[in-house]
């Protein structure tokens, strides 16, 4: 039974797609194929129904699954034992990111880890969903680790390593009847038009947690998922925002303002499995973060 034809069937099940799988393993979709039917071949079972749009796992593939992962892992542990002795790091590591958190400069820290080890290879990966959807990766074995926003949010077999925090605060246009003030209370923002990220989202479930300690409701009337460009929907008039002072600093056209009685904390952390072993290239950054 060759290592590959695991890899590949593991990566089919995971992503329920050939196309996506041969995607994920940077090959043609033809060699993912004749893996898994070479692999079914010599187990004498089928292990993937094969649909339109979706494939699921037959008995025989539930069975397997699991067994394949930990063989995998087995296998990639010995090759960083091997690394090890040889003085370097190989093989790959998968991390999601969050667009426009600067609170930590991930590309800066990716950066020192490809100098420190560069036989390692990396991807990075975003999700449309913010944290959830990037924890949800990690959970489904689809990248290693991520950088995250949990904001009070646990998942089981997930470790959260914070690494910095932030808070965040109004933003308005300038003109605003709030823009002259120092600061804010809840009480003031509760008729406004927010502007947001979506459910999933680190600082939205921050903003969402202050107003239900508040016991107030919110209308948010425009969701958007890069904070880069949210200073811009607030300067032309379109809604309010809760935005950390990073993602407005130097734009002109909007005011910056604390919240007085809320707590609008913004962590920023390395989430990692805490479920199964990690390799050691995902422990080389998880050390490299935390110093």
Same mark, same amino acid.
Request: aromatic share 4%; glycine share 8%; proline share 5%.
């Given at each position: *039974?060759?290592?590959?034809?695991?890899?590949?069937?593991?990566?089919?099940?995971?992503?329920?797609?050939?196309?996506?799988?041969?995607?994920?393993?940077?090959?043609?979709?033809?060699?993912?194929?004749?893996?898994?039917?070479?692999?079914?071949?010599?187990?004498?079972?089928?292990?993937?129904?094969?649909?339109?749009?979706?494939?699921?796992?037959?008995?025989?593939?539930?069975?397997?699954?699991?067994?394949?992962?930990?063989?995998?892992?087995?296998?990639?542990?010995?090759?960083?034992?091997?690394?090890?002795?040889?003085?370097?790091?190989?093989?790959?590591?998968?991390?999601?990111?969050?667009?426009?958190?600067?609170?930590?400069?991930?590309?800066?820290?990716?950066?020192?880890?490809?100098?420190?080890?560069?036989?390692?290879?990396?991807?990075?990966?975003?999700?449309?969903?913010?944290?959830?959807?990037?924890?949800?990766?990690?959970?489904?074995?689809?990248?290693?680790?991520?950088?995250?926003?949990?904001?009070?949010?646990?998942?089981?077999?997930?470790?959260?390593?914070?690494?910095?925090?932030?808070?965040?605060?109004?933003?308005?246009?300038?003109?605003?009847?709030?823009?002259?003030?120092?600061?804010?209370? *809840?009480?003031?923002?509760?008729?406004?038009?927010?502007?947001?990220?979506?459910?999933?989202?680190?600082?939205?479930?921050?903003?969402?947690?202050?107003?239900?300690?508040?016991?107030?409701?919110?209308?948010?009337?425009?969701?958007?998922?890069?904070?880069?460009?949210?200073?811009?929907?607030?300067?032309?008039?379109?809604?309010?925002?809760?935005?950390?002072?990073?993602?407005?600093?130097?734009?002109?056209?909007?005011?910056?303002?604390?919240?007085?009685?809320?707590?609008?904390?913004?962590?920023?952390?390395?989430?990692?499995?805490?479920?199964?072993?990690?390799?050691?290239?995902?422990?080389?950054?998880?050390?490299?973060?935390?110093?």
């Amino acid at each position: *039974m060759e290592l590959r034809h695991l890899e590949y069937f593991v990566a089919v099940a995971e992503e329920e797609n050939f196309t996506r799988a041969a995607q994920r393993l940077h090959i043609v979709q033809s060699a993912v194929s004749a893996a898994v039917k070479s692999l079914e071949k010599e187990l004498g079972a089928r292990l993937l129904d094969r649909a339109a749009r979706r494939v699921t796992l037959t008995d025989a593939g539930a069975e397997l699954l699991p067994r394949a992962r930990a063989t995998l892992d087995a296998a990639r542990e010995a090759r960083d034992a091997v690394a090890r002795v040889r003085g370097g790091l190989g093989g790959s590591l998968r991390i999601g990111v969050l667009i426009s958190i600067r609170v930590v400069d991930v590309p800066a820290v990716l950066g020192e880890y490809h100098r420190r080890h560069p036989g390692v290879q990396l991807y990075t990966r975003v999700s449309p969903t913010g944290t959830q959807g990037l924890v949800q990766l990690i959970i489904d074995r689809r990248i290693d680790l991520a950088f995250v926003t949990p904001s009070g949010q646990t998942w089981p077999g997930i470790r959260l390593i914070e690494l910095a925090r932030s808070d965040l605060r109004l933003t308005l246009p300038v003109g605003h009847p709030l823009a002259g003030q120092a600061s804010v209370t *809840m009480a003031q923002l509760a008729d406004l038009d927010f502007i947001d990220s979506p459910a999933g989202f680190g600082n939205r479930a921050a903003a969402d947690r202050a107003f239900a300690t508040a016991g107030l409701r919110r209308r948010v009337t425009i969701e958007i998922t890069e904070l880069a460009i949210g200073p811009d929907y607030v300067r032309n008039g379109l809604g309010v925002a809760l935005f950390p002072q990073f993602a407005v600093e130097g734009v002109p056209g909007v005011v910056s303002l604390p919240v007085a009685d809320a707590d609008l904390s913004f962590p920023v952390a390395l989430a990692v499995p805490d479920d199964r072993p990690v390799s050691a290239a995902a422990r080389a950054l998880i050390q490299l973060v935390t110093g």
